[in-house]
């Protein structure tokens, strides 16, 4: 991997646009009923999802809503022999342990690093200290917050695609009158990691045995990743894949972000097939299941399936529920 190494500061207010993405109101319903166009990317979907997507179908077709700082803290969890997760339950942020230390996959909120990911790393018996390498998903301060902190106080290296490392140093101003504070002065920006290593489509992130294989997928942000490693479960071998650019509401972005996104899920979609992805992990994990699949990993008896695991049938068929219900809203703006 051909990496770069540059020591840059810049402000991101990840606390702030936490805030006000909080602050904003749900997606009003539309004007008028679905025309038949939109309806039939939403039966397709629906279709498509059957009863183990049903509530992805759900939530990106009728009911989708952003990730609040407020989203309640998940329990941590070792979902697999070499993968944990913690955080809240609208942002995840995943460990994936090697002979040689610890791949974070994101960070969390700036303010939570020792409170909630810290914490909740000791409570499973991880070291902080041992985390060699952060890979963040996407340039938006729910996922950088914390990388800074691991920088300086553990030398980590934060790898970061070439288009959101220039967005983090580079973020669009905030709407007009936006002050997360409500009155008075805004808060102070937040502490953003040196520019590090820069991620290259195809090109594996790794540490030590570990291979972490980075997926463009520009639509969210222009530089969004993907991720997809593999996972041991009882010494048995799996391939997870991670969408790290999700569209949670697709009213926020622009028609040409939104066809480039579609591409980005197919272009996805055939690399997660070639590489046989048959793990469904998320960072935003508000709608698939997320919550119930930890439940039953925590009831889970020897030799039961791992929740986690789905199989690439199903992989595919996850993402394709995404792709129609975007080209739904696509509909909805065409009417």
Same mark, same amino acid.
């Given at each position: 991997?051909?990496?770069?190494?540059?020591? &840059?500061?810049?402000?991101?207010?990840?606390?702030?646009?936490?805030?006000?993405?909080?602050?904003?109101?749900?997606?009003?319903?539309?004007?008028?009923?679905?025309?038949?166009? &939109?309806?039939?990317?939403?039966?397709?979907?629906?279709?498509?999802?059957?009863?183990?997507?049903?509530?992805?179908?759900?939530?990106?077709?009728?009911?989708?809503?952003? !990730?609040?700082?407020?989203?309640?803290?998940?329990?941590?969890?070792?979902?697999?022999? =070499?993968?944990?997760?913690?955080?809240?339950?609208?942002?995840?942020?995943?460990?994936?342990?090697?002979?040689?230390?610890?791949?974070?996959?994101?960070?969390?909120?700036? =303010?939570?690093?020792?409170?909630?990911?810290?914490?909740?790393?000791?409570?499973?018996?991880?070291?902080?200290?041992?985390?060699?390498?952060?890979?963040?998903?996407?340039?938006?301060?729910?996922?950088?917050?914390?990388?800074?902190?691991?920088?300086? *106080?553990?030398?980590?290296?934060?790898?970061?695609?070439?288009?959101?490392?220039?967005?983090?140093? !580079?973020?669009?101003?905030?709407?007009?009158?936006?002050?997360?504070?409500?009155?008075?002065?805004?808060?102070?920006?937040?502490?953003?990691?040196?520019?590090?290593?820069?991620?290259?489509?195809?090109?594996?992130?790794?540490?030590?045995?570990?291979?972490?294989?980075? &997926?463009?997928?520009?639509?969210?942000?222009?530089?969004?990743?993907?991720?997809?490693?593999?996972?041991?479960?009882?010494?048995?071998? *799996?391939?997870?894949?991670?969408?790290?650019?999700?569209?949670?509401?697709?009213?926020?972005?622009?028609?040409?972000?939104?066809?480039?996104?579609?591409?980005?899920?197919?272009?996805?979609?055939?690399?997660?097939?070639?590489?046989?992805?048959?793990?469904?992990?998320? !960072?935003?994990?508000?709608?698939?299941?997320?919550?119930?699949?930890?439940?039953?990993?925590?009831?889970?008896?020897?030799?039961?399936? !791992?929740?986690?695991?789905?199989?690439?049938?199903?992989?595919?068929?996850?993402?394709? &529920?995404?792709?129609?219900?975007?080209?739904?809203?696509?509909?909805?703006?065409?009417?």
């Amino acid at each position: 991997m051909k990496c770069m190494r540059t020591l &840059v500061l810049f402000p991101c207010a990840a606390a702030a646009l936490a805030t006000w993405l909080r602050a904003q109101p749900p997606q009003a319903a539309p004007a008028k009923p679905d025309s038949p166009a &939109v309806l039939a990317h939403i039966e397709k979907a629906k279709k498509i999802a059957g009863t183990e997507w049903a509530s992805e179908a759900t939530f990106f077709c009728t009911a989708p809503r952003a !990730n609040l700082p407020t989203d309640p803290l998940i329990e941590p969890a070792k979902l697999f022999d =070499n993968l944990y997760a913690f955080g809240r339950s609208g942002t995840v942020v995943y460990a994936l342990t090697t002979s040689a230390g610890i791949i974070l996959i994101d960070s969390g909120y700036v =303010n939570e690093v020792e409170t909630v990911l810290i914490a909740q790393m000791k409570s499973l018996g991880l070291d902080p200290a041992q985390v060699k390498t952060i890979i963040l998903t996407h340039g938006h301060g729910d996922h950088f917050g914390g990388a800074a902190y691991f920088q300086d *106080h553990y030398g980590t290296r934060i790898v970061e695609s070439a288009a959101d490392w220039e967005l983090m140093e !580079n973020p669009p101003p905030p709407p007009p009158g936006f002050n997360p504070a409500g009155k008075g002065p805004p808060p102070a920006p937040v502490k953003p990691p040196r520019k590090d290593f820069v991620a290259v489509e195809g090109s594996p992130i790794t540490l030590a045995d570990e291979k972490v294989t980075p &997926v463009m997928v520009p639509g969210h942000t222009p530089g969004s990743m993907a991720l997809i490693f593999q996972v041991k479960d009882g010494g048995k071998m *799996h391939v997870a894949g991670l969408f790290g650019g999700t569209i949670l509401l697709s009213g926020r972005i622009s028609d040409a972000d939104l066809h480039k996104y579609l591409e980005s899920i197919e272009h996805y979609k055939q690399v997660a097939r070639k590489m046989k992805v048959d793990v469904e992990i998320q !960072n935003h994990p508000l709608y698939d299941g997320m919550p119930e699949k930890l439940a039953a990993l925590k009831e889970r008896k020897s030799g039961t399936p !791992n929740p986690f695991v789905v199989g690439p049938a199903s992989y595919a068929k996850f993402l394709d &529920v995404q792709s129609e219900c975007m080209k739904a809203a696509m509909a909805r703006r065409v009417e």
